[in-house]
């Protein structure tokens, strides 16, 4: 817990790009839920207003008036998103300022999620994208008041964040954001995830160009690529990261089963083998789904925890919807399912193709499936 004192600047643990900060009991709830929407922030709350389970979700306590706070904040992030009063968060930064070269955005949302107002460094600090990509992911009305807009372009380091997406590393997401809005080639191969990604009302500039493939993107010699894929990269395809960021969509679905009493770190590490063994990123992994025989599973509870994935159940009469070419008659004598992992899987992901059908692993059994987005 971070504990306030006047005179001094706290220590913070800054590991997103983006902090989000929350003072009444509200506006905390929503904070909790915007964290989830919007991958890319750190949360602060105050501490009367403790759920219990801020450790495991990385979130930060804080002791004392919000004011005391927002130093450390400034100094850390490149961008701020209060959900505070405008007026008071005014009157709070008003003396941290510096000029626009160097503020961090600052963003302030209602306690009611219903506005996001962009508020200190616009167009510089990025406050203006920013503020319609959180928007767009909690669903809430941007508020942008500088004369002229951001260029109607991608934001680099907030691409396909309302859909969940995470780049796979910041350190080429300056100079490729400098291709885009210098207007260079830009290539963007898209092999999984979102389509409707492309939030204008206007075209794409001609300097974007849209590649079904990684040949073809390199064969044009774009000067910055944006690679939007699960799969762990090929050493021949490398050269995309001399001026690329990979984007991992939320794309692949773990259908699982288990003993009961299965541990968290057995569960885990067949995830982690599984996942390297098909060359895929964790980082795309949306979500576990299982049979409701097992909504209990502290293994499963405490892994989807962990990773921040979505944990799916479905009820044996959901599963055995799924025509299976080798239905278990003992699966179906305990659970009234003919299957678990492969059935969930497929359910979750509305696909009728897997990536891995089944693998038996100890006490744990799994699927993999990649999430149909054609039909959104």
């Known amino acids: 817990m971070i504990k306030l ?128 990509e959180f928007a767009q992911a909690i669903d809430a009305i941007p508020v942008v008041t500088t004369a002229s807009d951001v260029q109607k372009t991608i934001p680099v380091d907030l691409f396909g964040a309302k859909f969940g997406w ?39 500039p001609p300097n974007l160009k849209l590649y079904s493939n990684i040949k073809d993107a390199l064969a044009n010699r774009a000067s910055a690529v944006l690679l939007i894929t699960d799969r762990l990269i090929e050493e021949d395809e490398q050269v995309l990261l001399e001026n690329g960021v990979i984007y991992r969509p939320k794309s692949i679905v773990l259908g699982m089963g288990c003993n009961r009493g299965t541990s968290a770190e057995e569960i885990e590490h067949v995830i982690d083998e599984t996942l390297l063994d098909l060359k895929l990123s964790k980082k795309s992994v949306k979500a576990i789904a299982t049979i409701d025989l097992k909504k209990d599973e502290p293994g499963f509870l405490e892994v989807t925890s962990k990773n921040h994935w979505q944990f799916v159940t479905y009820t044996a009469a959901e599963l055995n919807t799924i025509t299976l070419q080798n239905p278990s008659e003992m699966v179906f004598k305990y659970t009234g399912a003919y299957g678990v992992s492969e059935p969930a899987a497929l359910l979750f992901a509305k696909t009728d193709t897997w990536l891995l059908k089944k693998k038996k692993s100890g006490n744990v059994t799994i699927s993999v499936a990649r999430v149909n987005f054609e039909d959104e």
């Not at 100079?175 to 092999?191: F, G, M, W």
């Open 166 to 204: 995470v780049w796979d590393s910041e350190e080429k997401l300056t100079p490729v954001s400098a291709s885009v809005v210098n207007e260079e080639l830009v290539a963007i191969v898209q092999e999984t995830g979102e389509k409707n990604w492309w939030m204008y009302e206007t075209v794409m």
């Open 5 to 132: 004192q006047e005179g001094v600047i706290p220590t913070v643990y800054q590991q997103k790009p983006y902090a989000l900060v929350a003072i009444t009991k509200h506006g905390v709830a929503h904070a909790r839920s915007y964290a989830e929407k919007f991958p890319y922030v750190d949360v602060y709350y105050m501490k009367k207003f403790e759920y219990g389970d801020e450790r495991t979700r990385h979130i930060q306590l804080f002791d004392g008036t919000v004011r005391l706070l927002l130093p450390a904040l400034f100094q850390n992030y490149k961008g701020i998103i209060c959900i505070i009063s405008l007026g008071a968060v005014v009157r709070m930064i008003a003396p941290l300022l510096v000029d626009k070269k160097s503020d961090p955005a600052v963003l302030v949302v209602d306690d009611k999620g219903q506005y996001v107002i962009s508020v200190l460094s616009g167009h510089l600090g990025g406050a203006n994208a920013l503020t319609n």
